[in-house]
């Protein structure tokens, strides 16, 4: 497997909404991020991720993005932006931007010009379709919600918007419009970043005959996803930006892809596919949802965890490279999800964050995940800032759907919870601003925030500082081969990772029982060492069969 800096690297994802505020607006800003860049040095990550910065008027955070080549005023100066940038490089980290292109804003310049008439210059870069019997053009549901199509009386024609009705999609159909995007990411290599992270690239092209979904359930609208999931010239698009724009840079990519399976995944990121380094898939995220979706939720088992991770890690080896992330500004904090947030907080947080850092591929942390920041209840529907929940939570509420479940699944699904502003330290607002902040914070800062992790040796942070440097240190982290043990175990999630003379064996135990441990008989070794364990333990042998506390998670290195 070719050696790749990417492949070494780790990823810190900053949502610079709920980061740092540094001039008392209540939000965070780029000078916040400045701010904090030493900290994310002491951590050790490599590359930071930070979602859209561009000028926006904030229907979706900035994914509905007005100028692509303009800093949003709240966030702060393209001057800000390129010292973020600067300070990020002196300290030898790496910069990679959100690349949104699915859709703009509908305040745009160019959807602006499209709309004003049928033959405008840039009607072409939005998709048109007139009505359907006095209806939309198609039955298809946006991801927020209702019609995926907006009537604009002016035409009387509908534009499709995969999301919101502010957020229309571009016509990837049209050259013009795909000139128009590679010139804007060159633009942005040129002044120095570090690659993309590309919101839901593989939507971009759409099945031009826009048929009618197959009808479930009793929704207005269906999910149309067969004709623009992965659609027609997807492939087509993403090797002529990579011929265009990606391969002449040293750069990243990685690209979030909805409803991908493996097999398709290896389509968008092998080597000689030339197009993009990696994907984030929506597998590991859909476990603990019923069919109804996400906001669908039943009981999880390990076994469907794992098979999903394992599956990932199979079907990439040796054909792609992994992604891996627990959780990210659109998921649920991880450790209330996967793990325990009350009694077991530290040691879940530890042992996800084991998972993460020892699995083939490139791991993602999520601002907040390295001091085990937790899932919000907000008392009501009002503090709540998310376009998807509220929609859900009006539609639903619209159709007979109790108060009290709804807001029991927006506990547990809502993006909010983690967009709750950045805990860095037990005052006011937990530091993160000197106003009043944009969404309220979560009440457990004086307990859980930066400040008390740097002054407490066993804190999840110094944890997650150590697995960093582990990766560096021992290159069958990165490179080495996966293999699963204890396959229907539904307590412990364990496997190891082979290179050369070198074996990795990772024991997890995801219960808040005690669970016993065995290695497998045919795995002969000469010597063992404890690389990292999350409790003190007495006997750090891994020859006799062992029990884990609960959550217990242990890596041991093994010469073969
Ligand atoms: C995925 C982004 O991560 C999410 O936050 C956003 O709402 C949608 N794409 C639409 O851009």
Wanted: charged fraction near 25%.
């Amino acid at each position: 497997m070719k050696k790749q800096w990417w492949k070494e690297s780790v990823v810190y994802q900053i949502y610079p909404r709920s980061f740092m505020d540094s001039n008392g607006d209540g939000i965070g800003d780029l000078q916040g991020i400045i701010s904090k860049l030493d900290y994310l040095k002491k951590l050790g990550v490599d590359v930071v991720w930070l979602c859209p910065v561009y000028d926006s008027p904030n229907d979706d955070n900035g994914y509905d993005i007005r100028h692509y080549q303009q800093i949003m005023d709240e966030f702060g100066t393209m001057a800000d932006w390129e010292e973020l940038l600067e300070g990020l490089h002196e300290r030898g980290m790496k910069l990679i931007m959100d690349l949104v292109v699915n859709h703009t804003s509908d305040e745009h310049a160019w959807f602006v010009e499209a709309q004003k008439s049928m033959d405008n210059g840039y009607r072409d870069y939005y998709i048109w379709r007139p009505g359907k019997n006095g209806e939309e053009p198609s039955n298809w549901m946006s991801y927020f919600r209702g019609s995926a199509w907006q009537h604009q009386p002016e035409t009387d024609e509908y534009y499709l918007h995969l999301f919101s009705k502010k957020q229309p999609d571009l016509n990837w159909e049209n050259e013009r419009v795909r000139k128009e995007v590679y010139q804007m990411m060159t633009w942005w290599l040129d002044k120095g970043i570090d690659g993309f992270r590309m919101d839901v690239i593989n939507l971009i092209s759409k099945d031009q005959r826009f048929p009618d979904a197959e009808e479930t359930g009793d929704s207005l609208y269906h999910w149309g996803g067969k004709y623009f999931v992965n659609g027609p010239k997807v492939h087509e698009y993403l090797q002529e930006m990579n011929r265009e724009v990606l391969s002449k840079y040293d750069i990243m990519t990685v690209g979030e892809c909805l409803d991908v399976s493996p097999e398709e995944a290896v389509n968008y990121v092998a080597e000689d596919r030339n197009e993009l380094n990696m994907v984030f898939h929506f597998e590991l995220m859909n476990v603990g949802s019923g069919p109804l979706g996400k906001w669908d939720i039943i009981p999880w088992k390990l076994t469907d965890f794992k098979r999903v991770m394992h599956k990932w890690q199979q079907t990439l080896k040796d054909r792609g490279w992994n992604s891996l992330y627990l959780n990210n500004h659109d998921q649920p904090r991880m450790v209330s999800r996967f793990g325990n947030d009350d009694r077991y907080r530290i040691e879940s947080a530890k042992l996800l964050g084991t998972l993460l850092h020892t699995l083939k591929g490139t791991p993602y942390i999520y601002q907040g995940e390295e001091i085990g920041m937790t899932n919000v209840n907000f008392a009501s529907i009002e503090d709540y800032r998310d376009i998807e929940t509220l929609n859900m939570f009006h539609e639903y509420t619209q159709s007979g759907h109790q108060h009290d479940l709804l807001m029991q699944s927006i506990y547990e699904r809502s993006r909010d919870n983690a967009r709750t502003p950045m805990h860095w330290n037990q005052r006011e607002h937990a530091g993160f601003t000197t106003g009043t902040p944009w969404i309220q914070l979560n009440p457990n800062y004086t307990a859980i925030n930066v400040e008390e992790a740097l002054s407490d040796p066993n804190s999840v942070f110094y944890y997650y500082q150590k697995l960093i440097q582990l990766r560096k240190e021992h290159p069958i982290i990165v490179y080495g081969d996966y293999e699963l043990l204890h396959e229907e175990d539904e307590q412990i999630y364990a496997y190891t990772r082979s290179l050369e003379q070198e074996m990795l064996i990772v024991v997890l135990n995801f219960s808040e029982q005690e669970a016993e441990f065995m290695l497998n008989e045919n795995i002969k070794y000469s010597d063992s060492q404890l690389l990292i364990h999350n409790y003190e333990i007495q006997d750090k042998g891994i020859s006799k069969p062992f029990t884990l506390k609960p959550f217990e998670a242990r890596v041991y290195k093994l010469l073969t």
